[in-house]
T-cell receptor, first 113, second 114 residues
Framework: AQTVTQSQPEMSVQEAETVTLSCTYD???????LFWYKQPPSRQMILVIR??????QNATENRFSVNFQKAAKSFSLKISDSQLGDAAMYFC??????????FGPGTRLSVLP | DTAVSQTPKYLVTQMGNDKSIKCEQN?????MYWYKQDSKKFLKIMFS???????INETVPNRFSPKSPDKAHLNLHINSLELGDSAVYFC?????????????FGPGTRLTVT
């Protein structure tokens, strides 16, 4: 069974600085998608970024980018120019064809003013 | 318009009661899900359902049952509520079977069993 691990239960970053959240996963599939979701205190789950496994180019969305290392089964999220509104739980998720999403345990990110 | 809506947002009830949480999506998606998020924020899938197949996580007690009156709705019914059922329950939907399709989540329902 696929598993997703986030080894950092909590992280903090100074406002305007850069932070990287780690995610590793275990799978025997070659074709899959990876996602990062954000859950602010409002509870709403929001998609931040997605990555297709067959694409070598790392996905970027404004201040958010990923470092996808397929061989290492690693999918880290980099947040640049951190803002107070970035404070949230961040969940890494995996999906392969015909399978449900598998979520990691989450990383709580605090942004310090 | 809210893409995925849930009602109620908060639910406080006593042990032994039966309750339902409603979920509706207006995205035209054909697959819907229920997740349970415990106090440690861990998201656990309970059910996934499309118009052809219900997939149940085998660890979910049979006191929990999804009911889908139509493609846009997937309600969660819980019998004989227990203290351990206290959690936030999320409904979600997505297109299938495409891999790239993200899940859209509802706002969550915080269930407190006393």
């Amino acid at each position: 069974a696929q598993t997703v691990t986030q080894s950092q239960p909590e992280m903090s970053v100074q406002e305007a600085e850069t932070v990287t959240l780690s995610c590793t996963y275990d799978t025997s599939e070659s074709d899959y998608y990876l996602f990062w979701y954000k859950q602010p205190p409002s509870r709403q789950m929001i998609l931040v970024i997605r990555q297709e496994a067959y694409k070598q180019q790392n996905a970027t969305e404004n201040r958010f980018s990923v470092n996808f290392q397929k061989a290492a089964k690693s999918f880290s999220l980099k947040i640049s120019d951190s803002q107070l509104g970035d404070a949230a739980m961040y969940f890494c998720a995996y999906r392969s064809y015909g399978q449900n999403f598998v979520f990691g345990p989450g990383t709580r990110l605090s942004v310090l003013p | 318009d809210t893409a995925v809506s849930q009602t109620p947002k908060y639910l406080v009830t006593q042990m032994g009661n039966d309750k339902s949480i409603k979920c509706e999506q207006n995205l035209g998606h054909d697959t819907m899900y229920w997740y349970k998020q415990d106090s440690k924020k861990f998201l656990k899938i309970m059910f996934s359902y499309n118009n052809k197949e219900l997939i149940i996580n085998e660890t979910v007690p049979n006191r929990f049952s999804p009911k889908s009156p139509d493609k846009a709705h997937l309600n969660l019914h819980i019998n004989s509520l227990e203290l351990g059922d206290s959690a936030v329950y999320f409904c979600a939907s997505s297109q299938s079977p495409g891999l790239s399709y993200e899940q859209y989540f509802g706002p969550g329902t915080r269930l407190t069993v006393t």
